[in-house]
């Protein structure tokens, strides 16, 4: 019941691409808001960014901004995240997560009601 799956996630060189997937076993879950977030060893999780249910409306962490791209296929039941120019400090255990309420563009991760496991993803210098 409302798990979530990423996977994409790797080791790629600093100006790099990867994207990630987030994959909805539960179809209810995609019709809701969705949003990807990130954590670095001994700091708190940050905020990425979050699209709408229809994926309309977008909202972007200013450190990720005109860099990566959220987009979604509620037909199968993902989500993603594509990322470009990848720097170092974008190295991070990524989420995926989903909202049953409707805080559209939230950056609150208490907002969200259903997370992934996460995907690591290490950008090298």
């Known amino acids: 019941q409302g798990q979530l799956e990423e996977s994409g996630g790797g080791l790629v060189q600093a100006g790099g691409s990867l994207r990630l997937s987030c994959v909805a076993s539960?179809?209810?879950?995609?019709?809701?808001?969705m949003a990807w977030f990130r954590q670095s060893p001994g700091k708190d999780r940050e905020f990425v960014g979050t699209?709408?249910?229809?994926?309309?409306?977008?909202y972007w962490a200013d450190s990720v901004k005109g860099r990566f791209t959220i987009s979604r296929d509620n037909a199968k039941n993902t989500m993603y995240l594509q990322m470009n120019s990848l720097k170092p400090e974008d190295t991070a255990l990524y989420f995926c997560?989903?909202?049953?309420?409707?805080?559209?563009?939230?950056?609150?991760?208490?907002?969200?009601?259903?997370w992934g496991q996460g995907t690591q993803v290490t950008v090298s210098s």
């Open positions: 997560a989903a909202q049953t309420h409707n805080y559209m563009g939230s950056r609150n991760p208490l907002h969200y009601d259903y």
């Open positions: 539960d179809r209810t879950l995609i019709g809701n808001i």
């Open positions: 699209i709408s249910s229809d994926g309309h409306y977008i």
